[in-house]
């Protein structure tokens, strides 16, 4: 027996020291591609000596001769510390993620391929500036030559990503960089799917006039009525079914509600206490693990400029010189429509123009896929687009037979100088350069927020299409491809787009929310991104007479939710400290309760705090029961709930109220008993989930943001290892905004937010601080992978300084290109 157990030791000891080995082989191959940044590097590309200098925090402070020089700094840095983040976006871009990800990713390829982002950007390399073609050569010169030093030296092929999903890093051309600005449209584009949603509420309800209730317009002046979709085609089948794909992590294609969001806000030195400007920008988008941002600043031949940037691209897209800021915001300009195309019934691979039928520009597009054999995709195009298929935004669902869809879009095209118009802001000296330089930009459509030294401004930049007064459905809903007057006839002119330079007030600002009100066909858009936050920011703003860098701050990081203080009163209006005295744990008592602790509340979404879990659930709850009955599964596609929606319903603006009654039940309800049934279904749900404990919930425990890694972040015991989540204050309607992830079994996850975060005093220029939400590394074994997360939760900053002497005080290393 004894003899056993000696070898059953021998054994498990065995064991123990080949997972020990295992472990050690893996920590030594993944820390290959760990970069080394205090080295002196001989390379091609170059014609003098460039230093890329990194602060305390990694990041890099690049100086060169020529501004091509420096740009080949940037390249090589954004290779050294996000090379798998560069190549997942070219490859997303490509349409080619199937060559490492097999089938999953299939649908993604497939529909990229359709909408054919690179060829765009192959043929827009032609239509850039001369100072753009440069930069985009001169960039992708020092990703090549990262790439070169790490094939003569192998370093771990760059990233340890690239040992799970082996494949040929081929060498980065412009064409690339500018794929990936288009990229960044499609994930900041969703008029497309709202337009599709719009069209399938309409066939869902009894009545299509209620849609406004469900998909209300922003306040303001009312549109036109529009028509019924089932008056557009009467052929389609209200209830129709499709399939609709399933979401992959690394699909571009926002979800609805998450088509970009972000705040930027601006003081003139009339309004500032120490009498400069002030520029504050938190542009959103979804999480991750690295952040999409990288901090980095370029010493250029027009002065140093530091800030934002998304690897892959050699701007600094929000960011500050010596005598400019500049920020981002999403415009919401309507710059997509969804057309659907009748088929030629005597010959398919023809569709209906206005001047007849027409045959499809079609083109065959091969997809490898690995660990199966490769598909044949055949692309068609119209000439008001793509044809997209129908199993994407659910098209399927409200196409009639004998036709398909198709989208006009303004990022479709060979002509997109938006990465020159970057690179032109980023060089301005003053307001009215930068707003000229932006001129030329095209998509995704975004609101610059502008300061000097003097002047505050702001511009919607971005192509708007040109419609026509007569069409069918203003661009809310498809329409029908064949009729002239849906068409888009070119764009708005430039000088059209909303413009404020030098307000009266000293003050503005943007949260996403409605910046003009134009009747169709010369407005902007009528879907918004926000109506909420915007009224704390005025609230803000308009409570002092001057501001400082630590007031905007203060403003970046609010979490008081404007929602929470205007609807609570309105859905508990009948239920405020009300009803019987109840035995503890029955409904009754526990409704009390948390009745109880949210009359007491500010509205607050603190992490620390009980109510916010609370209102969250019971509002959720409340718009599930609003709407099932009348939408059916439809409902599960309302993710979030819309402020404005339940607003209505319960002040009963053009009979909205209606949505309270049950139809599938006999009795009539109120809307005091709807409130008072979903306030029970929250509290079931939060016992079920968190206990019966009310006073001791955290907010912060249910609302963790969740910066994942998009593709080994999922995979059982070591997603946690690429994983960085916290606890955190905010939420959807919140400054600190917060978007929750609407969907089981964690919906009230932190899954899109502010993943940079700038404040620039040019009163005080190097007090200027910025942060991004985790590290510059996307390497898991660096320390700097998520030295930034928790300053960046806690809401605290590291310093903007354009100052070479501090960067190199705290330089933790110097790495040198020199020109072989």
């Known amino acids: 027996m004894a003899h056993v157990f000696r070898w059953l030791l021998r054994i498990a ?84 993620l199937s060559e490492l990800f097999g089938e999953a990713t299939l649908g993604v390829d497939t529909f990229l391929r359709r909408l054919d982002l690179y060829g765009y950007a192959r043929q827009s390399q ?104 089932a008056q557009l085609f009467p052929t389609v089948e209200r209830h129709a079914k499709a399939r609709m794909e399933q979401r992959h992590p690394l699909d571009p294609v926002p979800e609805r509600g998450f088509a970009g969001a972000s705040n930027a806000w601006a003081a003139a030195p009339n309004r500032s206490a120490a009498g400069g400007t002030l520029l504050a920008n938190d542009p959103h988008l979804g999480f991750s693990a690295p952040a999409i941002w990288f901090l980095a600043r370029l010493e250029l031949e027009s002065g140093g400029v530091i800030g934002g940037t998304i690897p892959g691209m050699p701007a600094v897209l929000t960011g500050r010189s010596a005598r400019l800021g500049w920020g981002l915001t999403t415009a919401y300009v309507d710059d997509q429509d969804v057309y659907i195309e009748k088929l030629n019934p005597d010959d398919t691979g023809q569709y209906l123009t206005p001047d007849g039928y027409k045959p499809f520009e079609s083109r065959a597009s091969i997809i490898n896929i690995k660990d199966a054999a490769p598909i044949t995709v055949q692309l068609r195009w119209t000439e008001n687009g793509p044809v997209l298929p129908p199993s994407r935004y659910g098209l399927g669902l409200i196409t009639p037979p004998g036709h398909v869809a198709s989208v006009a879009w303004t990022v479709l095209t060979g002509e997109d100088t938006s990465v020159s118009a970057a690179l032109g802001v980023m060089r301005a000296q003053s307001v009215e350069e930068a707003i000229r330089a932006a001129e030329v930009y095209v998509a995704p459509a975004q609101n610059l927020t502008l300061v000097d030294t003097e002047t505050i401004a702001l511009k919607t930049i971005g192509y708007v299409p040109r419609r026509d007064a007569r069409h069918a459905s203003q ?96 859905i508990g209006a009948d239920l405020w400290f009300t009803g019987d005295a109840a035995p503890d744990g029955t409904p009754e008592r526990k409704r009390q309760r948390a009745l109880s602790l949210l009359a007491s509340w500010n509205g607050e979404m603190n992490e620390h705090l009980p109510e916010p879990l609370l209102y969250a659930a019971w509002l959720r709850a409340l718009q599930t029961r609003l709407i099932q009955d009348d939408l059916g599964p439809l409902e599960k596609e309302f993710t979030h709930v819309d402020p404005l929606f339940i607003e209505r319903v319960f002040r009963d603006i053009d009979g909205a109220s209606i949505w309270c009654d049950v139809k599938q039940s006999a009795p009539v309800e109120t809307c005091t008993d709807i409130a008072r049934a979903a306030l029970d279904d929250a509290l079931i749900w939060i016992e079920e989930r968190w206990g019966d404990n009310f006073e001791a919930l955290r907010w912060g425990d249910a609302h963790q943001a969740t910066h994942d890694h998009q593709v080994l972040g999922e995979i059982p015991l070591i997603g946690g290892i690429f994983n960085i989540r916290q606890s955190t204050s905010g939420g959807d309607n919140t400054l600190l905004r917060g978007r929750t992830s609407g969907v089981e079994p964690d919906p009230f996850f932190n899954v899109h937010g502010a993943g940079y975060r700038g404040v620039y005093d040019f009163a005080d220029p190097d007090s200027s601080v910025f942060i991004i939400s985790t590290g510059q590394s996307g390497h898991f074994l660096s320390r700097y992978y998520d030295d930034l997360a928790q300053l960046w939760r806690r809401g605290e900053y590291i310093p903007m300084s354009l100052d070479p002497d501090l960067a190199r005080a705290a330089a933790v290393g110097i790495t040198t290109l020199r020109p072989r």
């Open 126 to 229: 032609s239509v850039q500036d001369a100072y753009t073609t440069a930069a985009l050569k001169a960039y992708s010169a020092g990703v090549n030559a990262r790439l070169e030093q790490i094939n003569a030296e192998a370093l771990g092929r760059g990233a340890p990503e690239m040992f799970v999903f082996n494949a040929p890093i081929a060498p980065w051309v412009p064409t690339d960089s500018l794929a990936i600005s288009k990229l960044l449209a499609v994930q900041l584009s969703g008029h497309l799917e709202e337009e599709v949603l719009r069209a399938r509420v309409s066939l869902a309800l009894d009545d299509p006039s209620r849609v406004a209730d469900v998909m209300p317009d922003h306040p303001g002046p009312g549109i036109a009525v529009l028509p019924e979709y």
């Open 13 to 96: 000891g065995g064991l123990v020291l080949l997972v020990l080995l295992a472990l050690l082989g893996v920590y030594y191959f993944a820390s290959r591609s760990l970069p080394d940044y205090d080295r002196t590097i001989e390379t091609a590309g170059l014609g003098a000596p460039v230093e890329i200098v990194r602060d305390n925090a990694n990041v890099p402070h690049i100086f060169g001769a020529s501004d091509e020089d420096v740009f080949f700094g940037l390249g090589f840095a954004h290779a050294q510390d996000r090379l798998w983040q560069m190549t997942m976006l070219r490859r997303t871009a490509q349409g080619r």
């Open 475 to 570: 661009g809310r809903i498809p329409s029908q491809g064949w009729r002239a007057e849906n068409r888009w006839d070119g764009r708005m002119p430039y000088l059209s787009n909303p413009e404020f330079v030098a307000p009266v007030s000293g003050l503005l600002g943007n949260t996403n929310n409605k910046t003009v009100e134009r009747p169709f066909p010369n407005h902007i858009s009528f879907m918004w991104g926000d109506a909420q936050r915007v009224r704390r920011w005025q609230n803000l703003m308009q409570s002092r007479e001057v501001h400082t860098r630590d007031s905007f701050i203060e403003a970046q990081l609010d979490t008081v939710s404007y929602t929470a203080r205007s609807l609570l009163p309105l």
